[in-house]
């Protein structure tokens, strides 16, 4: 199956300082990725749609400023954490929509865990 | 957004057993998937489904869509200790963003 890549796969940072998260869809173009937070034991919640070329399209409550998308290719997304602070620690996934073949799929990468200090 | 209903939420069972879950939507969709997490892993794609009544299989896992277009069922059959995870549904309409059930534990007790 289609691979998507994330980097890097865990960061801690001090509060107040930024991260940034890689997204790569190594085998197919995506114009469409997804940006998710997962709390322990609990399903996915998306972030924010990152289109490429476009200004991402962020969920109601996440905050546009405070989690910066970036789709400068069709093949890599990035979100910056800025002035990260504990309550953003958490598992961060993106995922890529491979619309290449005639049907419709999405792929997830493995993952970024943030923790906060 | 909307969140798919999954069920059961958790379930423990003897290995060897087969395992039934599913999911349901108050909307209609043209495209199911389903997907297994592991602990501190992103989702791994099991079986997508893209037709109304349309049943696929992938080793021993079997997956359908659901005829009303708004439910998808996963199976397993004969489970075994590396079953253990999380599986989730998701829901779509064609270029538009998934909807993701809540999730189903699954425990595999050897």
């Known amino acids: 199956g289609a691979v998507v890549s994330q980097h890097p796969s865990r960061v801690i940072c001090k509060s107040g300082t930024s991260v940034k998260i890689e997204c790569r869809s190594l085998?197919?173009?995506?114009?469409?990725m997804f940006w998710y937070r997962q709390f322990p034991k609990q399903s996915l919640m998306l972030m924010a749609t990152s289109n490429e070329g476009s200004k991402a399209t962020y969920e109601q409550g996440v905050e546009k400023d405070k989690f910066l998308i970036n789709h400068a290719s069709l093949t890599l997304s990035t979100l910056t954490v800025t002035s990260a602070h504990p309550e953003d620690s958490s598992f961060y996934i993106c995922s890529a929509r491979d619309m290449t073949g005639p049907r419709e799929t999405q792929y997830f990468g493995p993952g970024t865990r943030l923790l906060v200090l | 957004g909307q969140q798919l209903n999954q069920s059961p939420q958790s379930m423990f069972i003897q290995e060897g057993e087969d395992v039934s879950m599913n999911c349901t939507s108050s909307?209609?969709?043209?495209?199911w998937l389903w997907y297994k997490q592991d602990p501190g892993e992103g989702p791994v794609l099991l079986i997508a489904l893209y037709k109304a009544g349309e049943l696929t299989s992938n080793g021993r896992l079997t997956a359908q869509f659901g005829i009303t277009r708004k439910d998808s069922f996963l199976n397993i059959s004969a489970s075994i200790p590396s079953d253990v995870g999380i599986y989730f549904c998701a829901g779509s309409n064609t270029g538009n963003q998934f909807y993701f059930g809540t999730g189903t534990s699954l425990t595999v007790i050897p």
């Open positions: 909307s209609i969709f043209n495209t």
């Open positions: 085998d197919f173009q995506a114009t469409t």
